[in-house]
């Protein structure tokens, strides 16, 4: 299955990694970062409108090479500019050739909170994460024990960091819910064989408080999709290939956001 060859994969990498870089200097670095309030985050999703997570992404296993040329700051900016909520960055190497470098420079080059699209399975990474200028990481409940989940998402905020909690099923959002997630992104990607359907945010939205912000994760294919989610009361949605293969992504958040565009600088 995708999802666990991905976990592989990461374990393997953090091994080289942590041997470049020690635990104890990586996280003295993050430590000596200055906090922000994560809640900053979590409110502006809750926010009235929708909300737009737009995706910096090369490559997926389930398509391959997704944009040859990867001018990965300029696309940022490009998201930026469009009126975005946040800018996700893929940093998963092997699978979806990403790079902690490519958040790393795009953070600085943005308005908008950055997000850390990689598979979190060790503290390692969130550290990784702040010291890359990161304001928000992933975490998903399929591969995390309850209690890594929720000591993840504890060291996540108390370094300043908001948590998109990943969820699937009503099992995971009742884990989600039950270590404290406040924003919680339901993939309609199915993770074991990469199958889309909108059903999935549908069915589990009514399972959410009002109070934490729900996210539609995959899926989005035009910007009447975005108008469709809205319309369920879905806070927010994260957009990957459709931006990165639209020939104006500016364009497409635009209308996908239509009169609630806005500024939230």
Do not use: C, W
């Amino acid at each position: 299955m995708i999802l666990d060859d991905l976990v592989v994969a990461t374990k393997s990498r953090l091994v080289k990694e942590k041997e470049a870089v020690q635990v104890a200097d990586l996280k003295v670095q993050a430590e000596a970062l200055p906090v922000a309030d994560p809640q900053d985050v979590y409110d502006r999703f809750l926010a009235s409108g929708i909300h737009v997570i737009a995706e910096v992404k090369k490559a997926s296993p389930s398509k391959g090479v997704i944009a040859a040329d990867f001018p990965y700051q300029e696309i940022a900016r490009t998201y930026d500019q469009a009126g975005a909520t946040a800018i996700s960055v893929l940093t998963e190497p092997d699978y979806f050739l990403g790079k902690l470098d490519y958040l790393a420079e795009i953070a600085p080059a943005v308005t908008r909170p950055v997000l850390r699209k990689d598979f979190v399975i060790d503290p390692y990474m969130i550290y990784q994460a702040k010291v890359a200028g990161a304001k928000i990481i992933l975490l998903i409940v399929a591969i995390l024990s309850p209690e890594d989940l929720q000591a993840y998402l504890n060291l996540a905020e108390s370094l300043g960091l908001a948590v998109l909690v990943e969820a699937h099923d009503e099992d995971e959002i009742s884990q989600a819910l039950a270590v404290g997630a406040k924003m919680i992104g339901v993939n309609n990607r199915n993770l074991k064989d990469f199958t889309v359907s909108f059903d999935n945010s549908q069915r589990l939205f009514d399972l959410v408080p009002d109070s934490v912000a729900f996210i539609a994760e995959s899926g989005v294919k035009k910007p009447a999709d975005i108008a469709h989610l809205q319309s369920l009361g879905i806070n927010g949605v994260l957009i990957g290939e459709a931006l990165m293969k639209a020939a104006d992504p500016k364009a497409f958040i635009e209308a996908g956001l239509g009169e609630l565009a806005h500024d939230q600088d």
